[in-house]
Each structure stands twice: as C-alpha cells, then as structure tokens.
C-alpha cells in the first residue's frame, strides 16, 4: 500500500514525519495523534481501506469516492468534507483542466483523496518538511486554501499577461493566429471559473463554519482566502471580455482588410473590362475589322487600349475612388 499513500504525522508544531503504510495503522486505531494521510481513490485498496477502516461513515466515504465532484463543503461524521480544485501544472496539461482534491478533516485526522498529482500538496510537504507547516487540522485546510490560491493567482496573472500582449499586437498587425490565441484565452478563462465560481461559495460556506476545528484566526484567513478568489473570478471574467473585445477589433480589422482589397480588385476590373470588350470584339473571325490589313493594325490597338485605360484611371482619381 505505500505506493498508495502519502501520509505524514503531524507533531503538532509545524513540522512531522513521512509515515509508512504499517505505521499509519497503528497510528490510525489509537487516534491520539494528528494524521494526514493522501489517497489515491482510484485503487481498490483504498477504496475497501475507506470503508472499513477509515472510521468514516458509508455515505461520507461514498461522497468522498465520487467519480465526478463539484467543489463545496458539508459538515459530515463531527468534521469538515470538502471538495475543491486546483489547477493543473503537471507537465504537457493545460492549467484549466482542474485536479479534483476531497478532504475529510476532523480534529486529529485529515483524509486527501486525489487521482492527479497536485503541486500545491507538495508545497505543502514542503513546510512540513522544513518545521514551517500547520500545526493544527484547522492550519491544514487553511494552508492548502492558499496554497492553491497562489498556484491559481500564476494562471490567472499570466492569461492577462497574454491579454495584455494581445491588445498591442493587434494595433500593429492582425492575422490568423492571434484569432486562435484570443479564442484559447476566452476558452481558458471559461473553463477556470467553471471551478472557481463554485469554489469561491464553498469558501464562503468554510470562513462561516463554526466548528471546533477553525479558531477566528483561520475563519479570519478564510474570508480573506474568499475576497481573494472572488477577484480571481472577476479578472477572469474581464478577461474574457477583454478578449472579447480584441477579437471583435481583430475581426473588424480583418473584415476592413478584406473590403479594402476586394475595393481595388473591383477598380482593376472596372479598368480592364471595358478594354477586354474592345480586344474580345476586334478577336472574332468575320470581314471588315478594322486595320486588319494595315501594318500598324495591332500598334494602333495597343495604343488605343493603353490610351483608354489611362482614362479611366485619371477618371476614377478624379472621382477619389481610390
């Protein structure tokens, strides 16, 4: 089962211990020390582990093991379940495709369930390797909030950062790509607050949550995790308009571009068709075209030709056509 797990003892001052699959056991039953212990749901193993050995009620674990879960958060068996999201910077992934985090979180005992690596849960191992981690379950969810708040704030700083870019190209040049970039920031930003909406009111819910495990300092930390998350939600809608409103720009640009170019296509043949006209007529095969027989016959027509031609340009300049 170590493969399965990653689990620490808490020593209950900011620091702890990485814990084996037969000392979690022990550890487990006897209840008076603060746990962590990380799953992963998808294994078998710890899906019976869950159900019989977790402690936790059958329809908190069926809760917890979820296939699909959206983030929010329920009193459940005397603690806290929570279900949140964080963003996804594993290698080759997009950011947008969230990885779903559950907790169960009592007074000595925290459950994670994951499936995806997560890289806010190593900086969290992090300080706790290094002493500076929490010191109590109620420091634990509220680290692991702005944890994943932090990772978070990067994507959404850097989308308007792209944003930004984006509007300064577009007053120099306009092209296909940029298109593709604005349509994969508004895609972006559409798929981030799907999660982070949620989750914001599933912050709300835990900064209000009066339980025994949060003290005012973490319902304090909360609501600013809270304020925090509401502006990442409203930069990610005005984000979204923001490039919205290039893409409309870009759009407009190019539309102009393209009328611009079909104006002068339609001078060019309005010069040319009048003088395709003479040429087609002095080309079919009957009697009496005039200069046929003459020497200068086709000297003539060229000179008639360039001389009308040069007419109709002057006309049309005259006329601010183009």
């Known amino acids: 089962m170590d493969e399965l797990t990653n689990s620490w003892l808490l020593d209950g001052k900011g620091g702890g211990r990485k814990l084996k699959w037969n000392e979690l056991g022990a550890l487990h039953a006897d209840g008076s020390d603060r746990l962590w212990m990380h799953l992963n749901y998808s294994k078998p193993e710890v899906q019976e582990w869950?159900?019989?050995?977790?402690?936790?009620?059958?329809?908190?674990?069926?809760?917890?093991?979820q296939t699909e879960t959206r983030p929010r958060c329920v009193?459940?068996?005397?603690?806290?379940?929570?279900?949140?999201?964080?963003?996804?910077?594993n290698p080759g992934a997009d950011p947008e495709d969230m990885v779903s985090l559950r907790l169960w979180i009592g007074e000595k005992k925290i459950f994670t369930l994951g499936l995806r690596?997560?890289?806010?849960?190593?900086?969290?191992?992090?300080?706790?390797?290094?002493?500076?981690?929490p010191e109590s379950t109620g420091d634990f969810i509220v680290m692991l909030v702005e944890l994943l708040l932090d990772r978070a704030g990067i994507v959404i700083e850097d989308l308007y950062d792209l944003v930004d870019q984006l509007e300064d190209s577009v007053l120099v040049a306009s092209g296909h790509q940029q298109r593709e970039q604005l349509a994969g920031i508004r895609r972006q930003a559409i798929s981030l607050r799907r999660f982070l909406a949620p989750q914001r009111e599933a912050l709300n819910r835990l900064s209000s949550e009066r339980s025994s495990i949060l003290n005012d300092e973490h319902h304090l930390r909360l609501r600013e995790a809270y304020d925090r998350l509401t502006r990442f939600v409203e930069d990610l809608d005005a984000a979204r308009e923001r490039a919205g409103v290039v893409h409309e720009s870009l759009i407009s640009s190019l539309t102009e571009q393209t009328n611009v170019r079909m104006y002068i296509l339609a001078i060019i043949s309005a010069i040319f068709l009048p003088l395709s006209f003479i040429t087609g007529l002095l080309g079919i095969n009957v009697g009496g075209i005039p200069g046929a027989?003459?020497?200068?016959?086709?000297?003539?027509?060229?000179?008639a030709i360039v001389l009308m031609g040069g007419v109709l340009w002057a006309f049309f300049r005259w006329r601010r056509w183009f």
Do not use: K
């Open 50 to 65: 869950m159900y019989e050995e977790s402690g936790l009620s059958p329809l908190t674990v069926e809760a917890l093991l």
């Open 75 to 89: 009193v459940a068996d005397e603690g806290l379940m929570i279900f949140l999201r964080g963003v996804n910077l």
């Open 117 to 133: 690596h997560l890289l806010s849960l190593d900086d969290l191992r992090t300080l706790i390797s290094q002493g500076s981690g």
């Open 293 to 303: 027989d003459s020497p200068f016959g086709f000297v003539i027509v060229i000179g």
